[in-house]
């Protein structure tokens, strides 16, 4: 089975907020007070200025780095991407806060193991908050394993 993932991770009300002005977005709860906007074709479409994604993740469009520079005056905003078939695969996370960049961007790359801080997307949702239930890490504390396809959580 497969397992991919492309979202902006905040506080429910900060991404809320956020999101009023792209009709293309979809905000979807999780736990401990964060909510998830998955990056869908829709999404990407109506946010990308045309540029060159930056960060060096796959899905994150073209300025939309600077949009979620923005909104993290209201609070810290996470951006993550996972990608694993069969147990292998990749993750790359990054978190703004005030306005710049505070954590990554983090990749772990196929093959590689995660270090001592755990994945990418951990580490993310730690600078979030999120207190991992003492048998999981954050990534299954906040439900992130729900669904299997970033486009399956606006169903």
């Not at 089975?1 to 979202?7: C, I, N, P, T, V």
């Not at 193991?113 to 239930?133: E, H, K, N, T």
Request: aromatic share 10%; net charge negative; no cysteine.
């Amino acid at each position: 089975m497969g397992y991919e993932l492309q979202a902006v991770i905040a506080e429910d009300e900060v991404l809320r907020g956020a999101s009023r002005d792209l009709p293309a977005a979809w905000v979807v709860s999780l736990g401990q007070g964060l909510s998830l906007m998955p990056m869908t074709d829709q999404l990407f479409d109506a946010a990308t200025d045309g540029t060159e994604g930056s960060l060096g993740f796959w899905r994150l469009p073209g300025g939309f780095d600077k949009r979620l520079a923005d909104w993290s005056a209201a609070g810290v905003v996470a951006y993550a991407e996972a990608e694993y078939f069969g147990g292998v695969g990749e993750q790359r996370a990054a978190v703004w806060a005030d306005g710049a960049v505070v954590l990554g961007p983090l990749h772990v790359a196929e093959g590689q193991p995660f270090g001592s801080a755990g994945g990418p997307i951990s580490q993310a949702l730690r600078r979030l908050g999120v207190v991992a239930d003492a048998a999981t890490d954050e990534f299954a504390t906040v439900g992130l394993g729900r669904h299997r396809h970033s486009e399956d959580w606006i169903v």
